[in-house]
């Protein structure tokens, strides 16, 4: 179970249907409340757990006593009840479960922006206000304006930015899923992703609509997608990616036209032929022709 604590709760959580079902809320609420702040090690039975921040361990007659505790009878639901209202908000892609034989690791998705942060944000909140008022000449104001620009971004949810990074992260997620390493790639710093893509359109100047073909291409390809994992490694590499992706689309357009031809040709030949009176049987069946399959270079 989780220490002592707040945690935070974002408003945009009135514009997700699970807040106008309570007992579905009630859930999402409680697997908040249980959730490690800082990563530590649980002992479950005879085997300690690692868990990372965001995470908890549970099983389905634990999670069943925690959602019941303090109800009124009547109010009390079973144990494969809750843990079907568990996987709602796995659908929900508010989080994930991780299931062994023995216990599930359940993990807050998107912790690190909507928890990781807020201890932080305080923290210089605080400092700005006490630095406000204790300006009392034009060096502190100096410095005080110098902080200001020297402070670290931070990124709301419908930042422009934020939302690049979320699309990249699901492009990568959905490959890492299907070759099942999705554990590797899950708990991504979105703000340190939400300002590399800041530096990608408003430094480096690159287009958005070419930038989500790119991701499009990269987190689809055999080759680059297990190499390009994160913002940074995209903008490192983004010209790179661009002259491949044009190269490898190229290559393609001269495949379809150069069998396009050789239908028109075949096309040709067969008219020419029955013009002629001829019943060359290799120009009814344009397989006999032992020409090379175009589509196959």
């Known amino acids: 179970m989780a220490g002592k604590g707040w945690i935070r709760l974002h408003r945009k959580i009135k514009d997700n249907p699970i807040f106008n079902d309570l007992q579905l809320y009630r859930l999402w609420t409680l697997c908040l409340l249980e959730a490690t702040h800082k990563k530590r090690e649980q002992q479950i039975g005879k085997q300690v757990v690692g868990l990372e921040p965001g995470?908890?361990?549970?099983?389905r007659f634990d999670l069943h006593a925690l959602y019941n505790k303090g109800l009124k009878r009547s109010d009390q639901v079973a144990e494969?009840?809750?843990?079907?209202?568990l996987k709602v908000l796995q659908d929900e892609k508010l989080l994930s479960i991780k299931s062994s034989n023995k216990f599930s690791i359940v993990t807050v998705l998107n912790w690190d922006f909507y928890q990781s942060n807020e201890q932080q944000n305080e923290q210089q909140n605080e400092q700005q206000v006490s630095t406000n008022k204790n300006v009392k000449n034009v060096s502190n104001k100096k410095k005080n304006t110098s902080s200001r620009k020297n402070a670290k971004r931070i990124y709301e949810a419908d930042n422009r930015y934020y939302q690049m990074a979320i699309y990249f992260h699901e492009k990568i997620m959905s490959h890492a899923v299907a070759n099942k390493v999705e554990h590797l790639v899950r708990n991504a710093n979105m703000q340190n992703w939400a300002d590399e893509f800041r530096?990608?359109?408003?430094?480096?100047?690159?287009d958005t609509k070419e930038m989500q073909r790119v991701i499009d291409w990269a987190t689809s390809h055999s080759f680059w997608s297990p190499n390009i994992l994160s913002p940074k490694k995209l903008r490192d590499k983004y010209s790179e990616l661009g002259i491949k992706m044009a190269m490898e689309g190229k290559s393609a357009q001269g495949a379809g036209n150069r069998q396009a031809q050789s239908k028109d040709f075949l096309r040709r030949k067969k008219e020419a032929m029955r013009n002629d009176g001829g019943t060359d049987d290799r120009f009814v069946n344009p397989d006999s022709y032992g020409l090379p399959d175009v589509s196959s270079e």
């Not at 995470?55 to 099983?59: D, E, K, L």
């Not at 494969?80 to 209202?85: A, D, K, L, N, S």
């Not at 530096?199 to 690159?206: F, M």
């Open 55 to 59: 995470q908890f361990a549970t099983g």
């Open 80 to 85: 494969y009840t809750v843990w079907r209202w």
């Open 199 to 206: 530096k990608i359109v408003e430094l480096d100047e690159r």
